[in-house]
Nanobody
Framework: PAQLAESGGGSVQAGGSLRLSCAASRYTFCMGWFRQAPGKDRGGVASINDGGTTSYAESVKGRFTISLDNAKNTLYLQMNSLKPEDTAIYYC????????????????????????WGQGTQVTVSS
């Protein structure tokens, strides 16, 4: 597994923007962002493999952009037009397995397939 560390969370007004970062200790083949609101299950937000193939949850399409800098082993999530419903703890996840490169888009629904997790960063959006 890789060691992951999230940063960039904070409090913003609805309509504002935040950029989250996740630093990984090694190269990974699939990375993703998950979030968990109070009383809710942890759900997938977006994923990306090392080739740049992305997948997004319907609720964030057109507003969030996931990107990966392979040279720096760093994952990003640009969040625009934030809504109060986006309030949650955001977690970075990764897989160091080469095989996960191919089904990375489907892993948003398969949390157990990620072998590495960060400790989370809080995002709060007020109305």
């Amino acid at each position: 597994p890789a060691q992951l560390a999230e940063s960039g969370g904070g409090s913003v007004q609805a309509g504002g923007s935040l950029r989250l970062s996740c630093a990984a200790s090694r190269y990974t083949f699939c990375m993703g962002w998950f979030r968990q609101a109070p009383g809710k299950d942890r759900g997938g937000v977006a994923s990306i493999n090392d080739g740049g193939t992305t997948s997004y949850a319907e609720s964030v399409k057109g507003r969030f952009t996931i990107s990966l800098d392979n040279a720096k082993n760093t994952l990003y999530l640009q969040m625009n037009s934030l809504k109060p419903e986006d309030t949650a703890i955001y977690y970075c996840a990764a897989s160091v397995l080469y095989s996960k490169r191919w089904n990375c888009p489907e892993l948003l629904d398969r949390k157990a397939d990620f072998d590495s997790w960060g400790q989370g960063t809080q995002v709060t959006v007020s109305s």
